[in-house]
C-alpha cells in the first residue's frame, strides 16, 4: 500500500472483487437495472414479520449470495465490516451475531459501503487478512419510520427527496485475481455548507462528494476523463445536477463520463421523487449493474463516490445543518481466466 | 504488521501513544481517579445548552487537549476515527465537520473505543497514516433520553443497571516513541447468549468479554499473567462477576491481575447502582488513570478490553436479544527520553 497524497491509498498488491450478491425490494426490482440483481422481492417483508427483520433477510441473502459465489464458508472469512442507516446499526450487528466472523461496525450513512470497501481493501493490501466481507443495507421502510414519519402515515414529501432504496449489497475482497481489481481509496473529510432541509439531501452531499473527486484525481494526479466513468452514490436528480455545475465551476465539463446510482436504480417513471438513496443504493448499484458492465467490458475504469449525510432527526429538531461525506474507490478491469 | 491467529494483529513497525486527552463530567469529577482527568465539569450542561452539546463540547475538549500535548494541529493529523452512543454518532460526525481531517466513522457501543485504537494503530503500523487520532464519547443523559427515559422522567432502575459515563477520550497514535507502545488489537465477534434485559448489560457482555480475551492469549500464546492487568471497558460490579466464573470454568483464577474501568471510576458510595458504561468509561479510565499508572511504572503491560451491547431500543421492543462484543489492544511501557 502506497499513501498518494493526503488522503489516498494505493493499493499495489493484489486486491481484487472475489464475489458480490444483492438483493432488493419490490421497488427496485420493477427498476431498469433489475436483472443485475441477485435476488429481488415483491413485497417490503421479504417474508419476514417486520420490516427491520426484512431489511436484515436481505442483508442475509447478500452476504449469503456472495459467499456461495466465492465457494467460501463463514470460517473463512477473516472479518466482517458492515453498517446500515439504522439506530445503532442494528441490521448489522444482529446479522454479524449469526456470521460468528470477528466484526467491525462502521458508519457514514449512505457512503458507508465504499467507507467498509475502502477499510476491507487495506486490511487484504497490508496482509492484515487475506479475505474480507464487506456489506450494507437499507431499507425504505425502516428509514422512513427512523428519519421521518412511518409510511401509514402517509405524509407528503417534496420532489427533491429522495426514496431510500430496498436493498443489500455484500462484496468478498481478497488476493486472488478477478476481472475486478481494486486500485486506490479514497477517505472523505466532513463538508457542510449550512443546509437545514433533510427533504433535500442531494443538494446537502453535492459539495463533499466534489470536494473528495478533485482530492482522488489531485492525489493520483489524473484527470477525471482517466474514468470511463465516476459514478455518486445516491446525490439523485437534483444532487447530481448541482454536483455538475460544482465541477464546472472548477473548470471540469464531466459530461458522460459521470452518472448516479440514485439516477440509475430506478425508472423516470417510478413514483420516487428525485431518485434512490440509502446505504443500500450505491452498494446494489455498484455490485450488481455496474461490476457486470465491468466484467463485460463496457467499463474498464471506474472510480465510485459514495456520498452520506451525517445527521439525525434529533440534530435537524436541534436546528442544526446537514455534514456530509463522500468516500471513493477506484477499480479497473483486468482480464482473468477464472 | 503480523497475524496472529485468527484474530489479532501484532504491530511489528513502532507504534505509540503519542498523547491523549480526557474530558468528564460532574459525577466523574467526584470519583476515586478524577485527579487523572483533564478536564472536569461541574454540571451536565459543559457551559452548552443542551446535553447534546454537552457531550460534543467534552469531545472538542478530550480532542484539543490531546492534539495540544502532542504539539500538532488538526492538519497534521491523517486521519479521524470516531464513533459514539447517539444515533448516527452524530458527536463524532459533528465534530469531525470541525476538525476537517478525513474521517472514518464507527460504532460498536462501548467497544467504539479500542475499535478505534485498533484501526487507528494499524493505519500507522502499515504506512497508512503517520499520525491519526481516534476518540468517543458518552453523556448520561443523551444515553438516558434515547436508550431508556429522559432523566427528568425520575424513573426508577434496578441494582444491576450501570450508569452511564458523561466522559470524552482522545488519543493520538504515531510512530514516535513514547513511554506507552501499542502492541497488539484483537477484533471480537459477536456473542449473544439470548439476555434480554437492557438493565443488566454487564451479564450480556460478559461472554464476550471471555471470548475475545481467551482468543487473545490463545493467538499471542500468552498465559493471563504475562500482563500486570487485563481490564475490561464496562463490565461492572454485575458483569465483572460474570466474567471472573467464566474464566473459572476454564481454569482461570485471574485474580488481582483483572480490574474494570466502571468500576474504578466511581466510589461504591456515589449512586451509580453496578458501575459505570458508555462510550467514554474505557476510553477516559484507559486514556486518563490506567496511562498514568504505566508511565509510573505502576502497570507494564497491559490489555485493555473494550465491551459493548449491540442492542438498539427499536429492537428490545420487538423482543430482540442483546448481541455483544469485545476488542481488545494490549500496551507495553518502554523505556523513553521524550
Not at 472475489?18 to 441477485?38: H, L, M, N, R, Y
Not at 466472523?101 to 465504499?114: R, V
Not at 474514468?227 to 439523485?236: H, N, Q, R
Not at 440514485?262 to 438513496?277: D, K, L, N, R
Request: net charge negative; proline share 3%.
Amino acid at each position: 500500500m502506497e499513501r498518494r497524497g493526503k488522503q489516498t491509498w494505493h493499493f499495489d498488491n493484489p486486491v481484487y472483487v472475489q464475489a458480490t450478491g444483492t438483493a432488493v425490494g419490490p421497488v427496485e426490482a420493477k427498476g431498469p437495472i433489475s436483472d443485475s440483481f441477485d435476488i429481488c422481492y415483491d413485497d417490503l417483508y421479504a417474508g419476514e414479520k417486520n420490516w427491520e427483520l426484512a431489511e436484515r433477510r436481505l442483508l442475509k441473502d447478500a452476504v449469503g449470495t456472495a459467499l456461495k459465489k466465492a465457494e467460501k464458508k463463514t470460517k473463512e472469512i477473516d472479518y466482517f465490516l458492515a453498517g446500515d442507516l439504522l439506530n445503532q446499526i442494528v441490521t448489522s450487528n444482529y446479522h454479524a451475531r449469526e456470521l460468528e466472523i470477528p466484526y467491525l461496525g462502521l458508519f457514514s450513512a449512505c457512503a458507508t459501503a465504499m467507507e467498509g470497501l475502502a477499510l476491507a481493501s487495506l486490511l487484504v493490501d497490508t496482509g492484515a487478512a487475506n479475505d474480507v466481507l464487506a456489506a450494507t443495507s437499507s431499507h425504505h421502510s425502516t428509514a422512513e419510520r427512523q428519519f421521518r414519519y412511518p409510511t401509514e402515515f402517509g405524509g407528503q414529501r417534496p420532489e427533491t427527496s429522495t426514496y431510500t432504496v430496498t436493498g443489500a449489497g455484500a462484496v468478498i475482497v481478497g488476493s486472488k485475481p478477478s476481472f475486478i481489481r481494486i486500485k486506490e481509496a479514497t477517505i472523505g473529510k466532513v463538508m457542510d455548507m449550512g443546509i437545514k432541509n433533510p427533504f433535500d439531501m442531494g443538494s446537502a452531499m453535492a459539495p463533499a462528494a466534489k470536494d473528495t473527486i478533485l482530492t482522488h484525481l489531485d492525489d493520483t494526479n489524473r484527470d477525471f476523463s482517466y474514468y470511463d466513468v465516476i459514478v455518486t452514490g445516491d446525490l439523485s436528480r437534483v444532487g447530481s445536477g448541482i454536483l455538475r455545475k460544482l465541477l464546472q465551476e472548477k473548470g471540469i465539463e464531466i459530461g458522460h463520463h459521470y452518472d448516479d446510482c440514485g439516477i440509475m436504480i430506478y425508472q423516470q417513471e417510478q413514483a420516487v421523487f428525485a431518485g434512490g438513496s440509502g446505504a443500500g443504493c450505491v452498494a446494489v448499484v455498484t455490485y450488481g449493474h455496474l461490476f457486470k458492465e465491468m466484467i463485460r467490458g463496457r467499463i474498464n475504469k471506474m472510480l465510485v463516490v459514495a456520498t452520506g449525510a451525517l445527521l439525525s432527526p434529533l440534530m435537524i429538531q436541534q436546528k442544526e445543518s446537514i455534514p456530509c461525506i463522500a468516500h471513493a474507490v477506484s477499480f479497473e478491469r483486468e482480464d482473468c481466466d477464472g
